[in-house]
């Protein structure tokens, strides 16, 4: 879910299962962006991909990787380059 600045949620849930555009088979890390307010989403086990939100969570695209699972991520916040963990 998404919550406001206050903690109040804002929206129940983002996503939903499967692998198409804005589905997750097996999530496994999240991570928002503070300059752009995205939320990036791992779904590497069997998708192979990092998902990309809006703040409002509604889906903005899919950074595929081919020969690897991203498992993990962070933001560096001063640069804004995104590091990825390959399982």
């Keep these: 879910y998404i ?3 206050r903690g109040r949620v804002t929206h ?3 996503g939903s299962r499967g692998n ?3 589905e997750f088979e097996f999530p496994t890390s ?3 962006d503070k300059v752009t307010k995205q939320i990036l989403v791992c779904d590497g086990i069997k998708n ?7 703040s409002e969570g509604n889906f903005v695209k899919t950074i595929q990787f081919h ?10 916040q001063l640069t804004g380059e995104l590091y990825v963990a390959d399982k």
């Design 48 to 54: 192979g991909r990092i998902l990309i939100f809006d």
């Design 3 to 5: 919550t406001d600045a």
């Design 67 to 76: 020969e690897s699972n991203p498992n993990g991520m962070c933001i560096n």
């Design 30 to 32: 999240l991570v928002v």
């Design 12 to 14: 129940s849930k983002f």
């Design 20 to 22: 198409g555009e804005g």
